[in-house]
């Protein structure tokens, strides 16, 4: 930028001699001053300095204390020529700002720069606080910045826009900061809620009425591929065997399932489906049974981000539907008890409970369960408490009331699983697993739990096995009724 070319003495930052010279040169400025003041009263000075402000080398002491003390002094383009022009790579577009090149300074001109240096070094911070628009002003004029020394003595401050300072970050923002926080927390919530209108939900196709289980291929059980469903052993489920009661120990299931999977669907939303039943086309089916011939289960799982304290449960998520139609040698393979909770199941019955101290009621339908497995553990590379909690957690069935409900059409059974509506445990938990679902191996099978030494051993509804689903592949389902 260039070199200071004024003498050491004049220069910011000089030091003085004595504490006695210090206290001598404030007495004659205040000396100084008082007689400026006169003499600009007496001869009106003050009319004349408003339209005539002269800011050339000051000849004689009294004229350069005016031309300091002036509350609107600023660097004007005329004492351009007085300096040598700076790089330009360190101002914005064409302007420059110049820098002293005086060679030939007098000994009188030396004490006055030193009088007035000393003075700016004790008034100078009071003046920056009255006067904030004249350090402002001067970025725009050149980014020259007036640091309150005569031109001729001393480098001007270069203001640069790169780095502004703390009094023009505040400035371009007029709301207070506790506003700014409120404002960037409403924006991230704001970016939770539309999350949904992004990229994921906007590339994917609207499908109206597609065919029922036309969207994951079947693949069987010994083709080890992913992105596919296929068919589950009822009895490879751990459920209550006949002696449970007495001794706490479940065995595998019967061999049998009351409904047989046909087909599996995976569709986006931007907000839970609920009864998915009639936007899709099911296949026409004989209604002779005393049973729904379709057993339709609709997992809506959520996609946004876990919170602790839930507001609505819903929002962008995708919803996994598992087709199971009714075995067509159920009657038969199923024992009477079992047929009669399906009945049960279907016409919504209600059941009393014992309790304490009196004996209560409750909807039959609370005794569904979810039976879930991860058959593939070794291959997701689990971390130490992951694999404990995997020990812990897998296979392990649970109700799925309350998050659930029922839908019953002319030759079909609804089963709506909310999991947005599951406990911030269960929520969290699935949320670190969903990114490994592509690669999942997942054994899913509801059956009806018996709470009577009659009702057991408990049967198998329907199961289905899920290889590695990737919803990253599906689009998303028109709700248009017909």
Request: overall charge positive; proline content about 5%.
């Amino acid at each position: 930028m260039g070199g200071c070319v004024s003498t050491p003495k004049s220069c910011v930052g000089a030091k003085l001699k004595s504490s006695k010279q210090r206290r001598k040169s404030r007495r004659r400025r205040k000396i100084q001053r008082k007689r400026a003041v006169s003499s600009r009263l007496s001869d009106g000075s003050f009319d004349t300095l408003d339209h005539h402000r002269n800011f050339s080398i000051p000849s004689s002491r009294a004229t350069g204390e005016e031309a300091w003390f002036e509350s609107n002094v600023a660097f004007e383009t005329d004492c351009d020529d007085d300096f040598h022009s700076v790089q330009e790579d360190t101002l914005n577009g064409s302007n420059r700002v110049s820098i002293s090149s005086s060679t030939t300074t007098s000994s009188t001109q030396d004490s006055e720069s030193n009088e007035v240096m000393s003075q700016s070094k004790s008034d100078g911070d009071l003046n920056d606080a009255k006067r904030p628009d004249l350090v402002d002003s001067s970025a725009d004029e050149g980014l020259l910045e007036n640091c309150r020394i005569l031109p001729s003595n001393c480098l001007p401050c270069l203001n640069t826009t790169t780095v502004p300072s703390i009094d023009k970050r505040r400035s371009l923002s007029s709301s207070p900061p506790s506003s700014r926080k409120k404002t960037s927390l409403r924006l991230s919530y704001k970016w939770r809620e539309g999350h949904a209108s992004g990229a994921l939900f906007l590339s994917k196709m609207q499908l109206k009425r597609p065919i029922a289980g036309s969207q994951v291929p079947f693949c069987p059980v010994d083709k080890k591929m992913l992105d596919c469903w296929s068919t589950v052993d009822p009895n490879s489920f751990r459920v209550r065997g006949k002696t449970y009661f007495r001794e706490k120990k479940k065995e595998f299931a019967p061999s049998h399932a009351a409904y047989n999977p046909f087909g599996v669907d995976v569709f986006l939303s931007e907000h839970k489906i609920h009864h998915v039943a009639q936007y899709v086309k099911l296949p026409v089916t004989t209604t002779s049974s005393k049973l729904p011939s379709i057993l339709i289960v609709n997992v809506q799982i959520p996609l946004y981000p876990t919170a602790i304290f839930q507001g609505e449960s819903d929002g962008e998520g995708m919803n996994i539907i598992l087709y199971f139609k009714l075995s067509d040698n159920y009657s038969k393979e199923l024992p009477l008890h079992f047929q009669e909770s399906i009945r049960k199941l279907i016409d919504d019955e209600v059941e009393k409970v014992k309790g304490f101290p009196m004996d209560t009621t409750a909807p039959f339908r609370e005794r569904l369960k979810i039976l879930g497995r991860v058959a593939n553990v070794d291959d997701l590379h689990l971390s130490g408490p992951e694999k404990k909690l995997m020990q812990a957690y897998n296979e392990k069935p649970v109700l799925s009331r309350p998050q659930h409900e029922f839908y019953l059409g002319d030759n079909y059974l609804e089963i709506d699983i909310d999991m947005h509506r599951f406990g911030y445990i269960s929520r969290k938990g699935f949320e670190t697993f969903i990114d490994r679902l592509k690669i999942c191996v997942l054994d899913v099978g509801l059956t009806i739990q018996g709470n009577k030494p009659e009702e057991l051993p408990e049967q198998i509804l329907c199961c289905v096995r899920l290889n590695g689903i990737d919803f990253m592949n599906y689009h998303q389902l028109t709700q248009e009724l017909l």
